[in-house]
């Protein structure tokens, strides 16, 4: 990829995405009991620390800098989840938010895919909502 702003742009929004979902799946995960419910979580959460090292890598091997904080959207972003969540500790009701979260990182990456994108940041960003999309059907098997 040549030094195009706004293909790094658009990768950098799927990375602050992956920052938005590590910090929701630690909230996630401080819900939840030791048990295969909290070993599928932190399966998905790691799975997305290492979305974040190959989108961060990407962004500079393509002359970009990685926007490695969540900003004011994700902080905005965690707080509510914060409020959202409040006591919950149903285990159930955990999942359905992580679905829920997973959903809106789905659609993200699918608006960026429908940017201008070569077609190596293309697969890049199409890799990442595949391992998505497969984190939501982990997510819908838990449910009892």
């Known amino acids: 990829m040549k030094n195009n702003t706004e293909e790094i742009k658009s990768i950098n929004e799927l990375l602050q995405g992956e920052y938005m979902a590590i910090e929701s799946f630690n909230n996630f995960i401080s819900r939840l009991e030791v048990g295969n419910t909290k070993d599928v979580f932190q399966d998905i959460q790691k799975q997305h620390r290492e979305n974040v090292d190959v989108l961060a890598m ?25 409020m959202e969540l409040g006591s919950l500790s149903d285990a159930n009701q955990v999942i359905e938010k992580a679905i829920e979260g997973e959903t809106q990182g789905v659609n993200m990456a699918e608006k960026v895919l429908r940017g201008r994108l070569d077609d190596k940041s293309r697969e890049l960003a199409g890799n990442i909502l595949e391992n998505d999309r497969q984190s939501i059907e982990r997510l819908k098997n838990l449910l009892s």
Request: aromatic residues 8%; charged residues 25%.
């Open 58 to 82: 990407y962004i500079q091997n393509a002359g970009g800098q990685p926007d490695e904080n969540l900003g004011m959207k994700g902080k905005m972003g965690d707080f509510k989840l914060n």
